[in-house]
């Protein structure tokens, strides 16, 4: 037992960083649309999946059979997935704002009735894309696994102990850093990011601030939803395949990550993205991978009794990122 | 005249909070709400900043209807507001929060940074610090300077002498004289009525969503009713 923890250790916890890093992107988009608007937006979990499909698409069309190796063409490649997915998840955010939440805020809805909202809004846009979208973009069967093509070489780069790290694993975690950095500097440094602290830590005084109320919130669904859309292209590239559930379960894994990491912070999330995924992966080790959920979950449940507030223990109202 | 109230109605629900309620501020006043708990004074400051919608009647503001004008673009057009319970952003520091009153202009700002400074050494002393960690009156002092730095035309402002010490209170009501002085007008609401009264050319009594009484703030304090329910009795 102890052999094997220590054997595989070195390889989980690399696995653990990039799933993390995944869920941590994906983790952005709860925590920032929780932070201005304290709504849990359900379907956030199909922005990733659609980021997923905007990727898939775009590389089906341009590189059917190139071999994957590593160059001006592969970075390119990859660069070129991350703004189109950015683009097509960041823009269906916004438009699921618009037609699944903002019609209830006017309204003056409770919170409550916008949870069954983004409820309906995820079943809505799995379904859509399995029964129309999916069978239109890729030809096949909309539950069917959708592959990619490979861009990205499994090169190994260098070993820490026993540990391969792969090409693939290192641009998944610098990209999904980069980004992070790019997030938290326009939150804490640009006007519409002090706009967007603003709504959080007090939505009145904010209007009274000259805050437009619609406009943060669209930018939030923008920036929230670009993030997943670029989990969505990087979890494609590593993965290689997707379906029309694919964001379901890392959905609500990414939900957990951002309550570990303290809702409503957006470093909160990153951690919480990071310490979810490396724990699963070395729960793993023990229970083996098909236990990765019950653990993930287990864990939440633990830490939650013991800091209910999350890891940070602050929000978005005190935070300063 | 700057800022008209017509026979304004607001609605929580179902429950009337105001009832027709009129008032008029004129450029350079000092004006005064007081009331008792309840009475609509709050919500009349929020009907007028854009933060409630209107049931029926009409804002003016510098002639203009203002009515459906959303309350972002109230303060653009000059009308600044301290709120109830004073709205300090918790997670930033002293001078983000003076900025936030900014957000909106795109002009020199250190002229208006100083000025606000200059009225509230202490903010100056704590420009560094958390919002959320200053004390009541600091808090109210953010506030103010806040609302300033919009440019208003007129001010609202919501109970700031509330929880506050009396020699802190006596330092803000001199405060809103002397930002009346350099040319602001000034809606205030007030439970400290005798404090306001004095310092207000004129006063609105409001009682249970409506106006009750109206007339320069002097004579109110002379006023044997507006004594018995609102001074204190003697």
């Known amino acids: ?321 | 005249m700057l800022l008209e109230v017509k026979d304004i109605n607001v609605h929580y629900g179902k429950i009337a909070a105001l009832k027709g309620i009129s008032l008029e501020v004129n450029e350079g006043e000092i004006v005064s709400l007081i009331g008792a708990n309840g009475a609509g004074k709050t919500t009349t400051l929020k009907t007028i900043s854009g933060l409630r919608p209107l049931t029926s009647g009409k804002i003016l503001f510098n002639g203009e209807d203002i009515s459906k004008t959303p309350g972002h673009k109230r303060v653009i057009m000059g009308i600044g507001q301290a709120p109830e319970g004073r709205g300090v952003f918790p997670g930033m520091t002293v001078q983000e929060n003076l900025l936030m009153g900014a957000y909106t202009r795109k002009d020199d700002l250190t002229k208006d940074l100083d000025e606000v400074y200059g009225l509230f050494p202490r903010l100056a002393e704590r420009r560094s610090q958390f919002g959320g960690t200053m004390s009541g009156g600091e808090q109210q002092m953010i506030a103010i300077g806040r609302a300033l730095m919009t440019k208003p035309k007129v001010v609202l402002l919501d109970e700031p002498s509330m929880g506050l010490a009396p020699m802190l209170i006596a330092q803000i009501f001199s405060i809103i004289k002397e930002i009346n002085s350099r040319g602001t007008t000034v809606l205030l609401v007030e439970q400290n009525a005798q404090q306001a009264l004095k310092l207000s050319d004129r006063a609105y009594v409001l009682e249970t969503g409506r106006v009750v009484k109206s007339a320069p703030g002097k004579d109110l304090l002379n006023d044997p009713s507006v004594r018995e329910a609102y001074l204190g009795g003697h």
């Open chain 1, 1 to 321: 037992m102890l052999q094997d923890f220590l054997n595989q250790i070195l390889p989980s916890t690399v696995g653990g960083l990039v799933i993390g890093s995944i869920y941590a992107l994906v983790a952005l988009g709860y925590t920032m649309v929780y932070g201005v608007l304290r709504l849990i937006n359900f379907a956030h979990s199909e922005i990733f999946m659609i980021g997923t499909f905007a990727s898939l698409v775009l590389l089906t069309a341009i590189a059917p059979a190139a071999p994957a190796t590593f160059g001006i063409a592969m970075i390119g490649t990859l660069l070129l997935c991350m703004v189109v997915s950015a683009i097509a998840s960041g823009g269906a955010a916004v438009l699921l704002e618009t037609v699944a939440y903002r019609p209830l805020r006017k309204r003056g809805a409770t919170k409550l009735a916008a949870l069954i909202s983004a409820i309906g809004a995820s079943i809505f846009l799995q379904e859509l894309f399995a029964l129309e979208i999916i069978p239109w973009l890729t030809d096949k069967p909309g539950r069917n696994q959708a592959s990619a093509p490979r861009f990205v070489p499994r090169d190994e780069l260098f070993h820490i102990g026993n540990a391969a790290v792969r090409l693939d694993h290192v641009i998944v975690i610098i990209a999904a850093v980069l980004v992070m950095i790019a997030l938290d500097q326009t939150v804490s440094k640009t006007r519409i990011g002090r706009g967007i602290r603003a709504t959080a830590q007090d939505p009145e005084a904010a209007v009274l601030m000259g805050v437009s109320i619609d406009n943060i919130v669209r930018v939030t669904f923008l920036l929230g939803g670009a993030m997943a859309g670029v989990a969505g292209a990087l979890y494609l590239m590593e993965i290689e395949n997707t379906v029309f559930n694919v964001g379901f379960v890392l959905g609500i894994k990414a939900f957990t990550a951002a309550v570990l990491g303290g809702i409503g912070n957006l470093r909160g999330a990153l951690l919480g993205g990071i310490v979810l995924g490396l724990i699963e992966n070395w729960g793993a080790i023990f229970l083996g991978s098909q236990w990765k959920d019950v653990i993930a979950f287990t864990v939440l449940v633990i830490v939650l009794m013991f800091r209910p507030t999350g890891i940070l223990g602050e929000s978005l109202q005190r935070a300063r990122a």
